[in-house]
Structures are given as C-alpha cells and as structure tokens.
Antibody, heavy 121, light 107 residues
Framework: EVQLLESGGNLVRPGESLRLSCVAS????????MHWVRQSPGQGLEWVSAYSAHDGSYYSDSVRGRFRVSWDISKNTFYLQINNLRADDTAVYYCAKSTKKEVPRPCLESWGQGTLVTVSS | DIQLTQSPSSLSASVGDRVSITCRASQDISHYLAWFQQKPGKAPKLLICGASTLQSGVPSRFSGSGSGTDFTLTINNLQPDDIATYYC?????????FGLGTKVEIK
C-alpha cells in the first residue's frame, strides 16, 4: 500500500526558512515523479513543485527562487526547502505521487495527509 | 499559463440526482485533465485521469467526459458520501493548474 507522510510544518515568522519532508513507502520511490501541492486556508489547490530523477525539478512562478525540492533515495524521503517565507505561503502542503516516472503530464494518484505551514509575525 | 474555469462554484442536489460539473480550459488541452474529490479536512483523492479514465476503487457512478477545452464530471445517483469539493486539474502544460473547485451539498 502506498503511503506518504509529510512533516515539518510549523508556525514561522516572515523571512524564515523551513524544510518539509515526505516519507514514502509501499512503492519503489525513485521510479516515480513526486509533486508538492499546497492549499491556503479555505482556498483551492495550487501546484507548487515537482521532481523526478528522469526530468529534474519544476517550480511554479510564485515559488521559483525561494523553494527547492530534493530527495534522499536511501531514506525514501522527498523534501521541500522553503526560504524567505511570506504570509501568502501559509497553507497545508501536500506531497503527491504521480503514476509516471516523468514529471510532465502527471496523474497524481496518491496524496499524503498534508503538513501545515503558518507564516505570521 | 492555462486557466481553468469550473462551474458552478457550488450546487445543492438531492440523493439520487445526477449532477454535472464543468471545467473549461483557456486553450486546447486534448484529454489531459484530472478530477479530484476533497472532503473537509482531508487530502484530495484522484477520481479520474485522462479526462475519462476512472481510477481503481472509484464508484462507477462517477464519470468524466470531454476533450479539447470543455470537460464534464458527472455523478449519477448522488450519495451522501459524495459531499465534497471537486477540482479539475489540467496536466497538459506546465504549470499544472487547478480549477477553483465546485462544492457539492445534499439538499
């Protein structure tokens, strides 16, 4: 059974940094593209970032330059480093597994439960 | 970037009704559209990929159709368990954007 478990969310001040983690189990981690999607309180879904060994990393315009994805295959863990946090980064951050090893044209079949990042002074 | 327009933004229907949610893309995305269901406090759940391919375990009362710019999610025989917000996502062109959602309620 595929499981994704996010962690690392916290209450932080504007300008601070945070690293989110997504521990994956139940599938060969390195064979699939992984994505981050966020949801601000009471709002809709926003695609944020993606990574695969096949295609490298992708970012939305709103986070490029401040967010960085990486993964540690030995730990089956996918990371999202968030720098220079802003109030509008406040959201639940979900990691999601694609059905494919390539990043483009994803089909996000499995999602974690999410981790909450709150940015406030 | 491709914009997705979902309608209606909310709807209320009776148990057993058929409901339809539409998603219109700002440009041709072929069949590269997914539908998600999200219940309050939960992660989104993939219902349909490729505009019409139902995911394993999803009840057959859900169906998707369309291609190009116009797509529809249909729920036949609406059930209380279907109360949720439904999102479309275009997966044709980066960045892979979502619609704003349609909240489905039971009368």
């Amino acid at each position: 059974e595929v499981q994704l478990l996010e962690s690392g969310g916290n209450l932080v001040r504007p300008g601070e940094s945070l690293r989110l983690s997504c521990v994956a189990s139940g599938f060969p981690f390195s064979n699939f593209a992984m994505h981050w999607v966020r949801q601000s309180p009471g709002q809709g879904l926003e695609w944020v970032s993606a990574y695969s060994a096949h295609d490298g990393s992708y970012y939305s315009d709103s986070v490029r330059g401040r967010f960085r994805v990486s993964w540690d295959i030995s730990k089956n863990t996918f990371y999202l480093q968030i720098n220079n946090l802003r109030a509008d980064d406040t959201a639940v951050y979900y990691c999601a597994k694609s059905t494919k090893k390539e990043v483009p044209r994803p089909c996000l079949e499995s999602w974690g439960q999410g981790t909450l990042v709150t940015v406030s002074s | 970037d491709i914009q997705l327009t979902q309608s209606p933004s909310s709807l209320s229907a009776s148990v057993g009704d058929r409901v339809s949610i539409t998603c219109r893309a700002s440009q041709d995305i072929s069949h590269y559209l997914a539908w998600f269901q999200q219940k309050p406090g939960k992660a989104p759940k993939l219902l349909i990929c490729g505009a019409s391919t139902l995911q394993s375990g999803v009840p057959s009362r859900f169906s998707g159709s369309g291609s190009g710019t116009d797509f529809t999610l249909t729920i036949n025989n609406l059930q209380p368990d279907d109360i949720a917000t439904y999102y479309c996502q275009q997966v044709d062109s980066y960045p892979w954007s979502f619609g704003l959602g349609t909240k489905v309620e039971i009368k």
